[in-house]
């Protein structure tokens, strides 16, 4: 299936692109939104892992038995001339590509690698992983998104008349939920509906709410009992054919998100609306171990790799919301914007689509 759209008409013949998708939706937008970014030729290769992956892939490296090769996307020649990717279960199958290429495939990974960095021609990378400084590391702002100006047009115009009889300003509040040390419990939901009211009602405003896959149920319950305002909400379900989200991104004066979801605060980020970022952490400054919802399999198990784990697969997203801040793209919700705010536009994926050109300048491959 083609996905890097539609082929040029130059003389110059375009590299053909692999792109390398899994079971996570976050890895497999970046992965698209870059390859829509290049324009050029390619195809979406589907990986299905098998639940022995992690062991396999560590010991062997360069290999496809972590994968279901009947299940998966078929790998054969010809081979790409780059491979895009993202998530550590698809970095043995990109390794085995560039060597049936004879090492000529082009590898390109999004995030951060598990394998020795120098295994890659480019990394795409954002503070968050805490990479180093070299030739072949981008370190971008934020993550990489496939949202356009002319996907939201053609998203929002439904939900024009819906939102209508809401105050403005509305401010669109994206509840993430948990993820690595962050457990989303009921007095967490309480704190973000109490600050969330408030800051809609001291501007006689309203509010847009919706969740997310990763929200409790719990969590959800109690953030809604502390709403007063006029009120939107939508809880997410799979499948769901009605949900607001992209609807919200056009018709939210403002955005409250909760600080563990990348994904939600880079494409609030892209409206450079003013955002309110939550603190999913734990704030009564007692030690982590004096709660016992950080004692659940999720959490301890993140602490522990980290704390096992070798120091370069360490992860802070700390690190990119304050950054956020520092560059005045956000505030901690609680907290006032300057009266001078307007955040520069992000540049990100601009700057990954041109070093992405820029390995085949050598060869005389570019897009000219």
């Given at each position: 299936m083609t996905t890097a759209s539609s082929h040029s008409t130059t003389s110059q013949k375009q590299p053909d692109i692999w792109l390398l998708l899994g079971h996570k939706a976050g890895d497999n937008t970046q992965v698209l939104a870059l390859a829509r970014a290049l324009d050029w030729p390619g195809e979406s290769k589907h990986m299905v892992y098998r639940p022995w992956e992690l062991v396999i892939n560590r010991l062997l490296g360069t290999t496809l038995c972590g994968i279901n090769r009947t299940q998966s996307s078929p790998l054969s020649p010809p081979w790409p001339d780059i491979v895009i990717t993202s998530g550590r279960r698809n970095e043995p199958v990109a390794r085995w590509i560039r060597k049936q290429s004879g090492n000529t495939t082009k590898l390109v990974h999004i995030g951060r690698p598990w394998a020795p960095l120098d295994r890659f021609d480019l990394i795409v990378t954002t503070a968050q992983y805490q990479l180093p400084d070299r030739p072949n590391i981008l370190h971008n702002e934020l993550p990489l998104h496939g949202i356009t100006p002319e996907y939201l047009t053609d998203t929002a115009q439904p939900w024009t008349e819906r939102f209508a009889h809401l105050p403005q300003p509305r401010i669109a509040v994206l509840i993430g939920g948990?993820?690595?040390?962050?457990?989303?419990?009921?007095?967490?939901?309480?704190?973000?509906?109490?600050?969330?009211n408030r800051l809609a009602a001291a501007r006689s405003g309203s509010l847009l709410v919706t969740t997310s896959a990763r929200t409790p149920p719990g969590m959800f319950r109690a953030f809604m009992q502390e709403i007063?305002?006029?009120?939107?909400?939508?809880?997410?379900?799979?499948?769901?054919?009605?949900?607001?989200?992209?609807?919200?991104?056009?018709?939210?004066?403002?955005?409250?998100?909760?600080?563990?979801?990348?994904?939600?605060?880079?494409?609030?980020?892209?409206?450079?609306?003013?955002?309110?970022?939550?603190?999913?952490?734990?704030?009564?400054?007692?030690?982590?171990?004096?709660?016992?919802?950080?004692?659940?399999?999720?959490?301890?198990?993140?602490?522990?790799?980290?704390?096992?784990?070798?120091?370069?697969?360490?992860?802070?997203v700390g690190r990119i919301q304050q950054q956020l801040i520092e560059t005045g793209r956000a505030v901690w919700l609680g907290d006032e914007f300057r009266s001078d705010h307007q955040p520069a536009p992000a540049a990100d994926l601009e700057r990954a689509a041109v070093r992405v050109r820029k390995l085949f300048e050598v060869r005389g491959r570019g897009e000219g």
């Open positions: 948990d993820s690595g040390p962050f457990v989303f419990t009921p007095d967490k939901g309480k704190h973000l509906g109490c600050l969330a007063e305002v006029p009120t939107y909400s939508f809880q997410w379900q799979p499948g769901a054919t009605d949900n607001p989200y992209h609807g919200y991104l056009v018709h939210a004066d403002a955005f409250i998100v909760t600080g563990e979801s990348m994904s939600m605060l880079t494409e609030a980020c892209y409206t450079r609306k003013p955002l309110y970022i939550f603190n999913p952490g734990d704030v009564d400054k007692k030690p982590w171990w004096r709660h016992l919802h950080n004692f659940r399999y999720k959490p301890l198990s993140h602490r522990l790799g980290m704390w096992l784990g070798p120091a370069r697969m360490a992860r802070d």
